[in-house]
DNA sequence: GTCTATATGCTGATAGAC
DNA sequence: GTCTATCAGCATATAGAC
């Protein structure tokens, strides 16, 4: 008793599996088509092109990661590991059916040039958003010092960003070392202050 | 009074500059070999394909940054620094003329859905070159534990990595966040030894 | 009206013939 | 070194089915 898919689901549905799971150059508009079983007038139609439709894809993606993520917050126990929670979320989201290859955001930033303006605009909002999530997590841990918060964020998001380019590096490699090495940074922050 | 280039020296420079600098799909072959000034046939008689000109390419690149991470090594003050110095030549490798994006190991393997045998042993060579020289120099500091040295590896291994990516979220980005990072690790390493 | 199926122009990459 | 045959992918047009 599911309802019929709608032909724009289906197209995205298709473009996270092959544009994130393979990529967006090796990928072809025909295997889009057939993946999603809808003909070419409909994707040109809702997306304008391929790109467009690599964007909408993006943006639906973007929503689901903040999802997992934020529910991984609210299961954190208290604030360092709501901080830390976002490994948590990474492991979750990874092991969901519509799972990129690294970073789907990454990944398609990689295979531009220079990225087309909505697509960096879609990069540029996942980093901001992590970067300032990442610092409103960290701000209780530091007593709301927000030039400590700020550097905490910063090296929180390098580790993020080093824990998805070793899936580029190493498909199999565990969240659990990022969560570690994290984890020391976190610690050298609240022990000693240094500059 | 320089001597003239082979045309194989050319097609190399050609591919440093545009298939690391600009990505490997977006450049054409006719680029290439504009910008090499050589003959399609000079091409696919040395390498047989732009694939085998982009391995050539990185095999090129991977003895240049040994050289360059050996210098930096050799120019380190001590242990700690010599383990840290991977940084520096991060630098110093990026700031020589050929420089990639990001990086041209991850850059070419996010290009390709699974990539082709010759660029996956390419990438896998750069990986465990990074790791075993880490692990090497990270033995001295923790009196040759090599369970410790290999856990710091790993972490060293993680943030250079993540240095590396943050390229690609802000081309900008200076390396020394990444160091600081990398220090606060190595501190907390060597202060206590938690499991 | 929305979608499918099919056919086609166009562009550009690759590889090899000359 | 030039030149060209082949091939693939993107985007669109047309016509018909639900």
Redesign the interface.
Known sequence: MSTRPSTERKLLDAADELLFG??V??TTVDELLALAGVSPATLYRAYGSKDGLLVAALQRRQSRWLEVWDDAVAAATGPAEALLSVFDALATFRAQPHGAR?CAF??S?????DPPAPLAAA?RAD?EHLRSRLRDLAGPLVDGDAARAARLA??L??????????Q???PGSRTA??R??AR??L???LSGAPA
Chains 1, 2 share one sequence.
Do not use: P
């Open positions: 393979r990529g150059a090796t690294w990454l990944g930033a990689a295979e531009y040039a990069l980093t910063d090296a998001l390098l580790v993020v960003s080093g824990e998805l380019a070793m580029l590096r190493e070392s990022a570690a090495v020391a940074v610690d050298a922050e």
